[in-house]
């Protein structure tokens, strides 16, 4: 049985067994290439206690699938794998793993940034930390778009 490629959800996951399934869908698998996001403990200089993530249901796995049907006619990738995490986090919990297969590395590592870059500027995602000045939501960074724009896409900048 194959794993969906987008899961939004509240609980945590687990990396070996997210790669190990990834892995196993194809037998052509060369490369396996995963970026793990976790919850920071500091902000814009600021002691982050807690971050709370909001989205739009349907809506934002749709916004994912787009993504990867992007990545996936852009490089030669035999599997993707998107897990966000929403709901209330701590520091050092994981928030995101974005995994994909190939036959070679470059294709792999190549589009595992392209989608890390396009979700931090594309995906409809909503996230306000706690600080011990109140409670922020967090804006989108000039630094994302940047790494976003590097990719030749022209698209609208996302909040959040």
Same mark, same amino acid.
């Given at each position: 049985?194959?794993? =969906? ?16 399934? $990834? ?18 403990? #500091? ?45 209330? $986090?701590? =520091? $050092? ?56 724009? #590097? ?10």
């Amino acid at each position: 049985m194959t794993s =969906p490629r987008v899961s939004i959800q509240t609980q945590d996951f687990d990396v070996s067994a997210e790669l190990a399934a $990834l892995r196993a869908q194809d037998a052509r698998v060369g490369a396996v290439c995963c970026f793990v996001g976790t919850v920071r403990d #500091r902000n814009e200089g600021d002691a982050v206690a807690s971050m709370e993530l909001e989205h739009y249901p349907g809506m934002t796995e749709k916004s994912i699938e787009a993504m990867i049907d992007a990545a996936l006619a852009r490089f030669a990738l035999y599997g993707v794998r998107v897990i966000h995490r929403v709901g209330l $986090l701590q =520091p $050092l919990e994981q928030i995101v793993l974005v995994a994909v297969t190939s036959a070679h590395r470059g294709e792999s590592f190549q589009a595992c940034e392209f989608l890390m870059d396009y979700l931090k500027t594309q995906a409809p995602f909503w996230k306000k930390e706690q600080t011990p000045q109140g409670a922020r939501w967090v804006d989108a960074r000039v630094s994302d778009d940047a790494a976003m724009a #590097r990719w030749g896409l022209q698209l609208p900048p996302m909040a959040g």
